[in-house]
């Protein structure tokens, strides 16, 4: 990835910060406030050099952080809580760590409120664990926290390390600059997202009174495009699809691989996988894509935007569906998707196994059938040898924002009005990133705000680079979450 490219993908992730800034403030005031009022961000009052200190402080702790080797598997994320720990306890900020497992572990941290007259909490949520990485196909090692072109790079630079530790640095501001809250701002640093999510699961479970009921959280995720050094639009994720993975695996007689039988295991599975990968599953349109590509439409050629203006009568169009197969970025938008992530059979060349597998990636549109689309993949294959087994499913209903997401709602208006003199807003929905929030009902699926954050990660085996440039990173994504919890408070001026 280019330092251009890591660059424009952090400033989108400071786009939605400010998204949020506005979505954060007090609802009740939206219809009083005036359109055209000026936002007043507290990190304005804090004088220039005090804020080189945090751009700095920010860098060193991101090449700190990104020197912790989190792979997941097996994720040793206690190394990074302890890390966490370590600046927290020399600030005097609460938290603890607690250990689930041998070398995992989540952290918590609080800021508490300062007023008598108090709202329920903010979340700023994030991961320790990082995907894999092949050091190979790297021009620095993926954990040595390089700066190379003014550009930071390591694995989880992009996901999500730096939005981890910007939270952390956001703490530290509010701190040390005694900002007034009216509610608890909690830090929660988590272990096993990028696998089997038993670090929220767990701590759900074991530790449910420590997110008092929050309000709000902010997390990872959501799109928006920089064009030319300047925001074009701002994406508010608020929805997500569901995951569903499944491992197939396919019988067949053994034998040497000296004599070819066409029943064997590993072809019975290739003629399985063939058919599942030239399998299409069904063009769906929900309202928020809908409202999403309509939103979209004057950025594109004129062709195209008049597709987007009517996407349910454009899927209709063989020709647009030709289009929509070789546009990843429009694709999995419209419909269920699945993809061929891992494959297994003989630990020898020479022999034929008795069975082969494969792991598939499916991802469900919200409010869509799991089983259903299991048993379309079932008879899509038509073969009885090959069996399917879901590996972990999230199978929560699409929460009812997907239907009241609409530029009409009051949460929309306030990121309207914090981003006038940036980029417009729009919504969109991503797939798919999960933490249930306790609500009132009890532990629910549904997450009362999500504020997500670019995620424009290369993953794999590529570079994974720090995706801001050092200036935006170290200057801005630590003030704007701090700008956030401020503007959580009811600032008025937001």
Known sequence: MSASDAKRSFVHRIALLLALAGALSSIQVIAQDAPTAKTTLASTKIPADRLKQ????????????LRIDTTNPPGNEARAAAFFNKILDQEGIENRVFDYAPGRANLWARIPHTTADTRRPIILLN?????????????????????????????????????????????????????????????????????????????????????????????????????????????????????????????????????PNPDSAPNRLVRALDRILAYRTPLTVLPVVDEFLRDMAPYEPPERAADYRNVRKAIEDK???DEVERDESLNFLLRNTISLTMMGGSEQTNVIPPEAWANLDVRILPGGDPPALLEAIRRVVNDHVALFKPVAAFLEEAEDALHVAGNGTQLQGRRKRALADLAPVHVEQRGAEVFRLPNDRGVGH???????????????????????????????????????????RGNRHC
């Open 127 to 259: 991961h320790m664990d990082v995907v894999t990485s092949d050091a190979s196909h790297w021009k620095v090692p993926p954990f040595s926290g390089a700066i190379v072109g003014g550009s930071m790079y390591g694995r989880g630079a992009q996901d999500m390390k730096d939005e981890g530790l910007a939270q952390l640095v956001a703490m530290v501001m509010l701190k040390r600059e005694k900002i007034p809250l009216d509610r608890d701002v909690i830090f929660l640093a988590v272990a096993d997202e990028e696998a089997d999510g038993s670090g929220t699961d767990w701590f759900i479970k074991n530790q449910r009174d420590l997110l008092e009921n929050a309000e709000f959280l902010i997390n990872e995720g959501g799109e928006n495009l920089l064009e030319n050094g300047k925001v074009k639009y701002v994406g508010v994720d608020v929805g997500e699809k569901t995951t569903f993975w499944l491992h197939v695996v396919a019988h067949g007689r053994p034998g040497h691989g000296s004599r």
């Open 446 to 488: 549904s997450r009362q705000l999500v504020a997500d954050l670019e995620r424009d990660a290369v993953q794999g085996s590529r570079n994974d680079a720090g995706g801001n440039g050092i200036d935006c990173f170290g200057r801005r994504l630590s003030r704007l979450i701090f700008d956030d919890v401020d503007c959580g």
């Open 319 to 321: 020709k647009f569906q």
């Open 54 to 65: 945090y751009s700095d402080l920010a860098v060193q702790w991101m090449q700190d952080y």
